[in-house]
């Protein structure tokens, strides 16, 4: 199977230049051969403590949070949930998951459980060039923590509000800092914001407290207000990846609850979060005007494209036919793909066909189908699916979109 997977790799990438080649390849190759989960641990802050002015003399991370079991995951599922999260962002398209790609293999090391970085990574991103990764990191790790929260959706909270008409209630607040994701499940929407370090070595309350206080009064209190239906919770998520010389990786979150509010000027929904997560995933797929259409139905009619549906695991997945028509076929087909459930694309298509559907009533008894990821592959609650896709069988479909 590894033979396999070099051979169509190499050829995949042939046309690249020699060092993209060698580059691209390892990092893709490093996450997949990451089979085993990897961990990060959770500490969960008390709101009271990070809203104080200052903490107590002599406080340890034990008194201020709580520890909860590890956030378990693998390399693949990482890097499925940073190229999510990469094209949840509207306002920079550029080569996105794949830069991803590029620096993770040299920097962390996904083989280590719990999850740490390379010796000698955190000199390397004193470099200002690479702080990005950090962010990135932080942004994926949040979608994870917010799949074990049974929260399969999300959107750009920041995307959504530049995408409003000049002269909106809700445009008004474009300019002001804001949490990173709207996230949802079926009944009810939940901010987050997402940071990252990779330099903060030590579980030193003080300093994490700062960035918890000042992401919560900033980014999460104001948006809990302005947002409407008011979110259930707002957290603030702080994932601090280190090299394992002192303590290990861990994850501090903080989650003030909601409150109604008569404030709330700026309508986002369950039905809004999932139409812009599944349009960034569309996007993902190179599906660009169908994912416009999914946000605005009125700017376009729907195209046909061909799909190649593969069987993975217990469930159908779509597979955009790049190939244009290689009809049915059978035999070993082993590729690195995007994805979605079939019954999910359907009903996308649905909704893009018809003003009266919406996602959250077609997709209201949709099961989790990502229990059952095989190796090499990670399959999302939302049905979105990255990975090397090993099957046998294929089969044409062609759906409006």
Request: net charge neutral; aromatic share 8%.
């Given at each position: 199977m590894i033979a396999i997977f070099l051979f169509y790799m190499l050829e995949a990438y042939a046309a690249l230049p020699q060092i993209g080649v060698h580059m691209l390849f390892k990092a893709l190759l490093e996450l997949v051969f990451s089979l085993r989960n990897t961990s990060i641990e959770v500490h969960e802050?008390?709101?009271?403590?990070?809203?104080?002015?200052?903490?107590?003399?002599?406080?340890?991370?034990?008194?201020?949070?709580?520890?909860?079991?590890?956030?378990?995951?693998?390399?693949?599922?990482?890097?499925?949930?940073?190229?999510?999260?990469?094209?949840?962002?509207?306002?920079?398209?550029?080569?996105?998951?794949?830069?991803?790609?590029?620096?993770?293999?040299?920097?962390?090391?996904?083989?280590?459980?719990?999850l740490e970085l390379k010796r000698g990574a955190g000199q390397a991103l004193n470099d200002f060039s690479l702080t990005g990764m950090t962010g990135r990191v932080g942004q994926g790790l949040?979608?994870?923590?917010?799949?074990?929260?049974?929260?399969?959706?999300?959107?750009?909270?920041?995307?959504?509000?530049?995408?409003?008409?000049?002269?909106?209630?809700?445009?008004?607040?474009?300019?002001?800092?804001?949490?990173?994701?709207?996230?949802?499940?079926?009944?009810?929407?939940?901010?987050?914001?997402?940071?990252?370090?990779?330099?903060?070595?030590?579980?030193?309350?003080?300093?994490?407290?700062?960035?918890?206080?000042?992401?919560?009064?900033?980014?999460?209190?104001?948006w809990m207000r302005y947002l409407r239906p008011a979110p259930s919770n707002g957290y603030v998520i702080y994932s601090c990846l280190r090299d394992g010389v002192s303590e290990p990786s861990a994850m501090f979150v903080v989650d003030p609850e909601g409150e109604n509010t008569e404030l709330s000027d700026l309508p986002m929904g369950v039905e809004q979060v999932m139409r812009e997560n599944y349009a960034a995933w569309l996007r993902a797929m190179g599906l660009v005007e169908s994912a416009e259409r999914l946000l605005r139905p009125e700017v376009s009619q729907p195209v046909e494209y061909s799909f190649l549906i593969a069987r993975v695991g217990n469930r159908e997945f779509a597979f955009l036919d790049r190939y244009l028509g290689i009809?049915?076929?059978?035999?070993?087909?082993?590729?690195?793909?995007?994805?979605?459930?079939?019954?999910?694309?359907?009903?996308?298509?649905?909704?893009?066909?018809?003003?009266?559907?919406?996602?959250?009533?077609?997709?209201a008894n949709f099961p989790d189908p990502s229990e059952a990821s095989p190796a090499y592959v990670s399959i999302f609650p939302d049905g979105s699916i990255f990975g090397l896709i090993v099957c046998d069988e294929l089969h044409p479909v062609r759906i409006l979109l």
């Open positions: 802050w008390n709101q009271s403590d990070v809203r104080r002015p200052r903490l107590a003399n002599g406080s340890t991370l034990g008194m201020v949070s709580t520890k909860h079991r590890d956030l378990s995951f693998s390399g693949c599922q990482l890097a499925h949930a940073v190229v999510k999260a990469d094209y949840l962002d509207t306002r920079n398209l550029t080569m996105p998951g794949i830069g991803f790609l590029f620096q993770a293999s040299g920097i962390i090391d996904f083989d280590s459980c719990p949040a979608i994870l923590y917010a799949h074990r929260m049974d929260l399969r959706f999300a959107a750009h909270l920041k995307s959504y509000v530049c995408s409003l008409p000049a002269g909106s209630v809700g445009a008004a607040h474009k300019n002001e800092s804001m949490a990173d994701f709207l996230f949802s499940n079926a009944h009810e929407t939940v901010l987050i914001e997402a940071k990252g370090s990779f330099t903060l070595r030590e579980n030193a309350p003080s300093e994490i407290k700062k960035v918890l206080k000042k992401a919560l009064e900033k980014q999460v209190d104001p009809g049915s076929y059978q035999g070993w087909w082993i590729e690195p793909c995007l994805g979605l459930d079939v019954d999910v694309l359907l009903a996308i298509s649905s909704v893009v066909r018809s003003s009266q559907e919406s996602l959250q009533d077609l997709l």
